[in-house]
């Protein structure tokens, strides 16, 4: 018999949860690292709760769901970890805890009842790989998106690679303008591993983005928090990496992403265009960091989500993203039926 049930002060970085999360198939934005610091940093700030349904078995923890709760004008939204900083939502459950799933209706039933009553359910966004694992849990159709996330397949040598799938055009304005800059400037690439230096990489991103994007999350306090907190944990896990790049010593580039079986997943780019723009830094450095990532053995380069150009000129193959919305009741299938209409008045969902 499973015992499901909520705990909404689950230990995200106890190893119970670390096991269960390296036999799962789920994403970087599961990992212990940014769930715990999640969970402990967001929800308030957006007014919202955590909601969080654990699976366990003869005592052993074999998933867990992570959600929040808010409440909007008396209407109750459950929702995937994400307040817009968390590209891939899935469940996190073992393989064979999905089996039973797909095919005990009385496990859903008691998952069902440990959630409680609401009113509209939202799960965003949703790669096509986890579609399967949400639908074990809810199983209605997937709405599609209107944006895809965007990864490469990393094949060395690295000089080979390149050649085969950076636009040509391109790929030879990187190559030019590289070495010019670094004949001309003293260049220094960096990953950091001190978990103050670290901090302190993501304060300059945050600076470096200022005015560049429109309600950009990390101008926030919170979400700079809460991603400093995890680029510094997850230096040390070897679940993130923050990248700074500096010329004559000047600080004008950093990124920050996530690591996950193989995958290098680019979260955050700030560059300073006014004193290194004619050398296309975040070029630049999106091609150093392929470089590094395949010389220790990555498999793929992941853009994540969002339809920009320059993710096509390096090759990306397109992954459709989606999302699942679900109504309890009158008032629920009328708020859901706004927000479909608001999304797609929006170009959000087909």
């Given amino acids: 018999m499973f015992d499901i049930k909520l705990e909404n002060d689950f230990d995200f970085s106890a190893r119970e949860y ?91 039933q008691q998952f069902e009842a440990a959630l409680g009553h609401y009113d509209v359910l939202r799960i965003k966004p949703v790669r096509e790989e986890h579609v399967g694992c949400w639908q074990v849990l809810f199983p209605v159709d997937a709405l599609k998106l209107e944006f895809s996330a965007h990864g490469v397949d990393l094949v060395p040598p690295f000089d080979d690679w390149r050649v085969a799938n950076i636009d040509p055009k391109l790929n030879g304005q990187i190559k030019r303008k590289g070495k010019r800059w670094q004949k001309q400037h003293d260049v220094n690439l960096a990953r950091l591993t001190d978990p103050t230096e670290v901090s302190a990489a993501i304060d300059e991103l945050t600076k470096l983005r200022a005015g560049r994007f429109e309600n950009d999350p990390i101008q926030t306090d919170t979400v700079q928090n809460f991603y400093a907190k995890v680029a510094a944990d997850g230096a040390n896990t070897d679940a993130a990496e923050t990248w700074k790049v ?70 990306t193959t397109a992954t459709p993203m989606s999302m699942f919305c679900v109504s309890n009741g009158w008032k629920g299938a009328l708020v859901k039926r706004l927000v479909l209409h608001r999304m797609k008045k929006q170009g959000a969902v087909a």
């Fill in 18 to 108: 670390a096991d269960v999360f390296s036999r799962a198939r789920a994403s970087a934005f599961q990992c212990p690292a940014w769930l715990d610091n999640f969970y402990k940093l967001m929800p308030q700030s957006f007014g919202a709760s955590p909601c969080i349904v654990t699976f366990r078995k003869d005592g052993e923890l074999r998933g867990v769901v992570p959600m929040i709760s808010r409440q909007k004008m008396g209407v109750r939204f459950l929702e995937s970890a994400d307040l817009g900083v968390s590209d891939y939502a899935a469940p996190v459950l073992d393989k064979d805890l999905r089996r039973q799933l797909g095919s005990e209706c009385n496990l859903r």
């Fill in 246 to 315: 500096t010329s004559d010593g000047d600080t004008v580039g950093v990124v920050f992403g996530l690591t996950h079986n193989g995958r290098f997943l680019y979260l955050l780019i700030g560059a300073d265009y006014d004193k290194a723009g004619r050398h296309s830094p975040g070029l630049q450095l999106y091609t150093w960091l392929i470089e590094d990532w395949m010389s220790r053995g990555g498999s793929n380069f992941d853009f994540t989500i969002g339809d920009e150009s320059f993710k096509h000129q390096f090759g």
